[in-house]
């Protein structure tokens, strides 16, 4: 109990992962991510978004390159 107390004290890693998806996001249809090579001890919390310079790739290309940021937050 004590140790997992501890761990939790410290701060949690997170990873930014930048994917590519085209055609207005449809393509590929699934983007596996193996987490346990960024997390081994388990994902915490998972977000993908846009960020702004996404979604002006994604204006500027009329939708055929849609890039998006995921987070992956980690236990400890």
Request: hydrophobic share 35%; glycine share 4%; aromatic share 14%.
């Amino acid at each position: 109990m004590e140790e997992r107390a501890r761990l939790n004290a410290q701060p949690s890693k997170m990873h930014v992962i930048s994917q590519s998806f085209y055609f207005w996001g449809t393509v590929p249809r699934e983007r596996r991510i193996d987490a346990t090579i960024y997390c081994p001890n388990g994902v915490k919390e998972a977000r993908q978004y846009s960020t702004f310079l996404d979604f002006v790739y994604e204006q500027l290309t009329l939708g055929i390159y849609s890039p998006r940021t995921l987070n992956l937050i980690c236990y400890n």
